[in-house]
């Protein structure tokens, strides 16, 4: 069983680079549009916005200025051959930004060959089996994990969040960017599992 899920682990973490590379795509992509935004819209979090990739989570992954340290990080683990493989996924893709926020030293340590599984399981626990879009999304709504962990939902007004098992919260500053074989959408903090 413990293979098993180290499996699905792969391929949530895979997903979640691709995922994550298609919304940094989209969001180069609405710069523009972006722009023309207002101070106080700049000020809240972006409304999810559904957008197509038409390629897959690895594909989208490694074209993503926002999440190089993600796809780093999915190159590190082994994942990345498992992004291109079928979903569909929701993934919940931290940008580097999000990494950055970890303790000092936290991601350097992940990276080192004796914390690939950890690691692995870290990058899954941001992938949810399904295609969940931005009006799917709903306040309180639980998502399973592959790994088998639970995210909550949290939606006021156009804004969505998602809070870990530690009970920190992450805002979803991009999203809903279909890649072939899921969705994607860039949180602003890395997701922690529960301590049990």
Same mark, same amino acid.
Do not use: W
């Given at each position: ?8 682990? /792969?391929?949530?973490? $895979?997903?979640?680079?691709?995922? !994550? /590379? @298609? ?12 722009? #023309? *935004? ?20 690895? &594909? ?15 190159? $590190? *683990?082994?994942?990345?051959?498992? @992004? ?5 996924? =929701?993934? !919940?893709a931290?940008?580097?930004?999000a ?24 990058? @899954? ?7 969940? =879009? ?11 994990? /592959? =790994? ?10 156009? #804004?969505? *969040? %998602?809070t870990? +098992? ?5 805002? %979803?500053?991009? +999203? ?7 969705? $994607?959408y860039? &949180? ?6 529960? =301590?049990?």
């Amino acid at each position: 069983m413990k293979k098993k899920l180290g499996l699905s682990g /792969v391929v949530a973490c $895979v997903l979640l680079s691709g995922l !994550f /590379v @298609a919304a940094n795509a989209q969001t180069q992509n609405s710069a523009g549009q972006l722009a #023309t *935004s207002t101070t106080s819209e700049a000020n809240s979090v972006l409304k999810p916005s559904h957008s197509v990739t038409n390629k897959d989570l690895a &594909i989208s992954a490694a074209r993503s200025a926002r999440h190089t340290t993600l796809f780093r990080a999915m190159r $590190v *683990s082994g994942l990345t051959e498992q @992004a291109s493989s079928k979903g569909p996924y =929701t993934v !919940f893709a931290p940008t580097n930004e999000a990494f950055d926020k970890l303790p000092a030293g936290t991601l350097d340590e992940l990276m080192k060959p004796a914390a690939k599984a950890k690691l692995q399981k870290l990058l @899954a626990y941001h992938v949810v089996k399904g295609k969940y =879009t931005a009006d799917q999304l709903q306040d309180g709504q639980k998502l399973k994990t /592959v =790994t088998g962990g639970t995210l909550t939902v949290g939606k006021q007004g156009e #804004t969505l *969040s %998602i809070t870990d +098992g530690a009970g920190n919260t992450a805002t %979803i500053d991009q +999203g809903d960017a279909e890649a072939t074989n899921g969705l $994607v959408y860039s &949180i602003d903090s890395v997701l922690m599992p529960g =301590t049990k």
